[in-house]
T-cell receptor
Framework: AQSVTQLGSHVSVSEGALVLLRCNYSSSVPPYLFWYVQYPNQGLQLLLKYTSAATLVKGINGFEAEFKKSETSFHLTKPSAHMSDAAEYFCAVKEGDDSGSRLTFGEGTQLTVNP | DAGITQSPRHKVTETGTPVTLRCHQTENHRYMYWYRQDPGHGLRLIHYSYGVKDTDKGEVSDGYSVSRSKTEDFLLTLESATSSQTSVYFC??????????FGSGTRLTVV
């Protein structure tokens, strides 16, 4: 069975500082991995995805994530935080590439950006 | 956004009453999902559908039922609402390997 663990339910950074949100996964088959962002009172928006091509994945708004099989990790980073990055971030894993494979989500990390 | 809408956006209901939430898509996707979102739990799968009249349970299906009589509509029913079902409910559709597209959510309060 697949699972996702996000380390840290709350992360606080200063504007301009590095953002690092941690995600570790468990999967019995090569996984597809995703990061979603949720702004207040909105649905989830896809930030980036890993689909077994390049291990370093670039997403929207300057975010990127690196797939490390040996560490079963898919951490999300951004070199310089902006106030508009304040949101909740969810890591998710999917086993298989067919549209019926179900996504399993982590518990989420709330990112606060301080001025 | 991406052809998926949920209704209503907000609802307050009394304990013991039935409630139906609607998810409508214009993308003609086969797979549809209902999740609930609660603090500290992320998103948990309630039920999903893999075609008209084809549905299955997720990890937190107790107290919920679903129906899908048309490709575009996936209904979630709380048979007898309880306070523990106060939550934000999200519908999603699935495109191959690209993850899911989510609706804007329904905030349900059971009093």
């Amino acid at each position: 069975a697949q699972s996702v663990t996000q380390l840290g339910s709350h992360v606080s950074v200063s504007e301009g500082a590095l953002v690092l949100l941690r995600c570790n996964y468990s999967s019995s088959v090569p996984p597809y991995l995703f990061w979603y962002v949720q702004y207040p009172n909105q649905g989830l928006q896809l930030l980036l995805k890993y689909t077994s091509a390049a291990t370093l994945v670039k997403g929207i708004n300057g975010f990127e994530a690196e797939f490390k099989k040996s560490e079963t990790s898919f951490h999300l980073t951004k070199p310089s935080a902006h106030m508009s990055d304040a949101a909740e971030y969810f890591c998710a894993v999917k086993e298989g590439d067919d549209s019926g494979s179900r996504l399993t989500f982590g518990e989420g990390t709330q990112l606060t950006v301080n001025p | 956004d991406a052809g998926i809408t949920q209704s209503p956006r907000h609802k307050v209901t009394e304990t013991g009453t039935p409630v139906t939430l609607r998810c409508h898509q214009t993308e003609n996707h086969r797979y549809m999902y209902w999740y609930r979102q609660d603090p500290g739990h992320g998103l948990r799968l309630i039920h999903y559908s893999y075609g008209v009249k084809d549905t299955d349970k997720g990890e937190v299906s107790d107290g919920y039922s679903v129906s899908r009589s048309k490709t575009e509509d996936f209904l979630l029913t709380l048979e007898s609402a309880t306070s523990s079902q106060t939550s934000v409910y999200f519908c999603a559709i699935s495109a191959q390997i690209y993850g899911y597209t989510f609706g804007s959510g329904t905030r349900l309060t059971v009093v």
